[in-house]
């Protein structure tokens, strides 16, 4: 059983475009939803994270939309580089003793240039 | 450098051979997390620690598996008798959990396991 679904599985983008990948979850009691970016041959590292108090947040370049309602969250990478290709990760967490992270399948990006 | 290392960064062993896989978390963090991750999926949880002590392990860990975190340190994932289907990514992630607020997990860069 997924926990966490993410699509596309892949996306192309050209250099200066908006990149957007989907996250959708089933667990409510979900509270912490990170984006991890990942480089070949390189583990994951935290992007950006949000809680599902706030709908939206903005780092930099990189922006994430959360629907709680329709448990959906969404990574937005604006004026996209191609420095940005690499394989994105949601995940999701509940904050509790335990901090599981459930993460979802990737979305490559490639970036043109 | 004062990230999650890990070694070796690549094994090669054949089918029945026993394995162990070395993570160096960074320094005094409490937490300290095994993924495995298969091309094109996402990490999937194995087991954690909270100092030295391991509060969980997936279903993903079948009695082949063994972890250990002696005095809270760095940790040691063990697989016996390997099989083609171990054959993945073996991540380790630590993190320094202070019973509230945010769980960052800081990954390393894996260790990659082929089983021929």
């Known amino acids: 059983q997924q926990q966490v679904k993410q699509s596309p599985q892949s996306l192309i983008v050209q250099k200066g475009g908006i990149s957007i990948i989907n996250c959708a979850y089933e667990n409510t009691a979900f509270d912490y939803f990170p984006w991890y970016q990942q480089f070949p041959g390189k583990g994951p590292a935290l992007l950006i994270a949000i809680r599902p108090d706030v709908s939206e947040k903005k780092e930099g370049r990189f922006t994430i939309s959360f629907n709680k309602s329709a448990k959906q969250f969404s990574l937005h990478i604006m004026d996209s580089q191609p420095g940005d290709s690499a394989t994105y990760f949601c995940?999701?967490?509940?904050?509790?003793?335990?901090?599981?992270?459930?993460f979802g399948s990737g979305t490559k990006l490639n970036v043109k240039p | 450098d004062t990230g999650v290392s890990q070694n070796p960064r690549h094994k090669i062993t054949k089918r029945g051979q026993n394995v162990t896989f070395r993570c160096d978390p960074i320094?005094?963090?409490?937490?300290l997390y095994w993924y495995r991750q298969t091309l094109g999926q996402g990490p999937e949880f194995l087991t954690y620690?909270?100092?030295?002590?391991?509060?969980?392990k997936s279903r993903l860990l079948s009695d082949r598996f063994s972890a250990e975190r002696p005095k809270g340190s760095f940790s040691t994932l063990e697989i016996q008798r390997t099989e083609q289907g171990d054959s993945a990514m073996y991540l380790c992630?630590?993190?320094?959990?202070?019973?509230?607020?945010?769980?960052?997990?800081?990954f390393g860069p894996g260790t990659r396991l082929t089983v021929l």
């Open positions: 995940a999701a967490s509940k904050e509790d003793n335990f901090n599981k992270f459930y």
């Open positions: 620690f909270q100092n030295e002590a391991q509060l969980e």
């Open positions: 320094s005094e963090h409490n937490r």
């Open positions: 992630a630590s993190s320094n959990f202070l019973g509230h607020g945010t769980n960052e997990q800081f």
